[in-house]
Structure formats: C-alpha cells, structure tokens
C-alpha cells in the first residue's frame, strides 16, 4: 500500500506518476476530513427527493440542481435507466427515508445512446456467459426518459408516483430541458 509521504506533494498530471488514482482519492479524502464538520443531519433527505441520473462524468448533479449535502437521495448507473435495482432504491428511499419526488436526468451525448444488444451478444462470445442484465441502449434519449418515466409512476413497489419528471441535460450548455410525458 502506497502512503501519501511516497506521493508527489503537487502532481501535474491527473494521475499520479506513482501511485494509484485511488491513492489520490484517499489523500484528496485526508484534506476534506481536516474540514470537515458533523452537519449533525440524519438519513433522511431535507428535499425529500430522490434524483435518478446517468453515471455520465460530465453531469455535477449537485452543482447542476443547486443541491447542498443531505438534501436528496443520488440513484446513478449507466444510463440513468429504471432498472429493477433502481426500483430497489426509490422503495427504500420513499418507504424506509421519506422521500416524495423523482427527478430523471438522461443526458446529451450519453455513452449508450447507439448501444444495442449486439453488445450484449459480443460479450456473451467472448466471455462464454450470457450477461443477466440487458443493455438498455436507446436511440432516441427523449423516448429514453418518457419510458423511465413510465416505469417510475406505474411501479407497484412505490407510494408516490405523483410527482415523477424526467430532463435531458445538455453537457454542453448545462442546461436541463423537461421532457413531457406521452
Ligand atoms: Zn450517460
């Protein structure tokens, strides 16, 4: 294991030169704890929101939403599509947390967008095991977002489904734009 004495004091380079990104994330973690103070919160988010979103490295939901720490719950995977495990999170987050709204954040230029399950079939000959999950890549992020929407608002699983909206947001403005819902 790398200590921080063994890591270069400034780094030009994303990467440390030695030593792991991992070990710049524990590091960049040591200075954060120095600040950091026990906003004293409990588990359950002020906003009483849950935001769905893509992984997409471009998208700072927080930063976008003008969110603070504790106000909502982040729900994030490659896509931002409602898979089942989504589904797991929104139950706990509105049963177990009290959260009442759903926020869905698709995005421009997203990494799944042209995917399709060819991937899927590739990975499946190359590895000799078909994937238990699919792919869920799209063509047309609009209809992406209305068909997580759908999915949201007709789950037997959640208790409010009444306020659920879906956005694309456009890494290259910033900017959210509504998708409304067929
Ligand atoms: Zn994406």
Request: charged residues 25%; contains cysteine; aromatic residues 4%.
């Amino acid at each position: 294991m790398t200590t921080s004495a063994s890591l270069p004091a400034e780094s030009e380079s994303a990467i440390p030169a030695d030593g792991t990104v991992t070990d710049r994330l524990v590091e960049a973690n040591q200075r954060y704890a120095e600040a950091f103070t026990d906003p004293g919160m409990d588990a359950r988010p002020v906003l009483q929101v849950a935001v769905v979103a893509c992984m997409d490295a471009r998208l700072d939901l927080h930063a976008a939403l003008g969110l603070e720490l504790g106000d909502c719950h982040t729900i994030r995977n490659a896509g931002g599509v409602v898979t089942d495990d989504v589904i797991r999170s929104l139950t706990i987050s509105q049963r177990a947390l009290g959260t009442r709204s759903v926020v869905l954040i698709h995005h421009s230029g997203c990494g799944l967008e042209g995917l399709s399950e060819d991937f899927r079939h590739d990975l499946e000959m190359e590895v000799g095991q078909r994937p238990t999950w699919a792919v869920e890549g799209f063509r047309d992020v609009d209809q992406d977002v209305r068909q997580s929407i759908q999915k949201v608002r007709t789950s037997p699983f959640l208790l409010h489904t009444d306020d659920v909206r879906g956005f694309v947001f456009d890494v290259k403005s910033g900017r959210l734009r509504e998708i409304r819902p067929n």
